[in-house]
């Protein structure tokens, strides 16, 4: 029997999700810390959850080990200490490290988490990255842009998903930039050369550090063009072809970048740009599972769940996901107009009627909910076909059918 602890902050539904797949391992009790108190938790997720502890902010590592000082204090010992949260993998590693539980430690976690240390582990090894500075205010900024010209990318050091991040072109984008992020010896921000080319993502797993599976997806276009144009529907793209040669070509590095960086089990996520020269720059790592609607895309691709295949993964030491059958794409909606609040959506079953069997599942935003600021938007489609030209006709159909007002 595994005694397995698990960082639940609150109950959305994609955790609700994670417990049941940790729970439902042979030879698991599972015990769960959240900031939610005993009395909120689900009612389908009780007779799961073996262990139950109450915790302060789990931001903070001193509050992941109270709460599993305290299962230990039921149990004897704890086997796996985990969670999935961006945000969450430095202090559980922490934690990690403070009762001596297998698994990623603080060190290699604080090289995913910390935007500017990873490019100088990466940059050192060996790995291409772009050119990045570490800025504490309007001198140093102008210093990096005379080293490297316009545009540059600013960003928080702790980011993810691309939220916050700055794309800088002139001296009045740049004030604009300093005046969101407001940079300082106590808040330095991370400068960055803009990279031209293609973006994608490259999951990979590796056990005891050595990769045993990977996938790759594109984005359509990049974040950051997204967050410079409200109007713009995103989309993501898992192909039918699990290795195309452009992948084929970046594996390499990836395993050098993982290396480099102290990973070794786990599920990670990697962006990197595929310049138009034919080179590849990585853009940033993290050692969790991806978002972006990535795990939907793969179980639509393989026809399990990679939530079930993760958790097994951080526990077992293993890793089971069937061959890909499908491809599958994803876009996210973004509503149109002015306004604050979701008025209308338009075209759904003209979209139902159009993709038919194509169609793979939806979450549609209700009129009234207020307009999301977050890149993904106010709801998603994702399609999958057994091409991958199938789904990118199938991505036109979303994009000329479905409207959010």
Same mark, same amino acid.
């Given at each position: ?53 109450? !915790? ?6 001193? @509050?992941? !080990? ?165 109007? !713009? ?59 972006? @609607? ?112």
């Amino acid at each position: 029997m595994r005694n397995v602890v698990l960082v639940a902050p609150y109950f959305s539904e994609n955790m609700r999700h994670c417990v049941r797949c940790f729970a439902s391992l042979p030879d698991v009790r599972l015990s769960v810390l959240s900031q939610e108190s005993a009395a909120r938790v689900p009612e389908d997720l009780r007779a799961c959850i073996a262990a139950y502890e109450c !915790i302060g902010d789990p931001a903070h590592a001193a @509050n992941i !080990i109270d709460g599993a000082r305290a299962v230990a204090a039921q149990w004897g010992t704890i086997d796996r200490l985990e969670g999935y949260l961006e945000t969450l993998q430095v202090p559980i590693a922490e934690a990690r490290d403070a009762m001596d539980v297998d698994g990623m430690r603080a060190e290699a976690a604080k090289n995913c988490r910390d935007k500017n240390r990873m490019k100088d582990v990466l940059r050192k090894a060996g790995v291409p990255v772009a050119r990045q500075a570490l800025v504490h205010g309007i001198d140093d900024v102008r210093a990096f842009v005379a080293t490297v010209g316009y545009p540059i990318v600013l960003k928080p050091l702790a980011g993810f998903g691309a939220r916050n991040t700055q794309r800088v072109h002139d001296d009045a984008s740049l004030a604009t930039a300093l005046n969101q992020l407001l940079p300082s010896a106590q808040n330095p921000v991370q400068a960055e050369e803009f990279v031209r080319g293609a973006e994608h993502t490259f999951e990979a797993v590796t056990l005891g550090g050595r990769a045993v599976w990977s996938s790759s997806t594109s984005y359509l276009p990049s974040p950051l063009t997204v967050l410079e144009n409200a109007w !713009i529907q995103y989309a993501v793209v898992l192909p039918r072809e699990v290795q195309p040669p452009h992948v084929q070509a970046f594996a390499e590095i990836n395993a050098k970048a993982l290396a480099a960086l102290g990973v070794r089990d786990a599920l990670s996520h990697m962006e990197w740009f595929l310049r138009d020269d034919g080179s590849a720059v990585v853009s940033e790592v993290g050692a969790r599972p991806p978002g972006a @609607n990535i795990m939907p895309l793969l179980a639509a691709g393989h026809g399990a769940d990679p939530w079930l295949a993760w958790a097994r993964l951080m526990v077992e030491r293993t890793w089971q996901l069937p061959e890909r059958q499908f491809a599958a794409g994803t876009v996210f909606l973004r509503a149109m107009g002015g306004g604050e609040v979701v008025r209308a959506v338009e075209g759904v079953e003209a979209l139902r009627n159009r993709l038919g069997p194509t169609l793979h599942g939806m979450k549609l935003p209700r009129p009234g909910q207020p307009r999301s600021q977050h890149y993904e938007g106010d709801g998603w489609v994702i399609v999958r076909h057994p091409q991958t030209e199938g789904v990118m006709a199938a991505l036109q159909v979303v994009y000329d059918t479905l409207r959010v007002r």
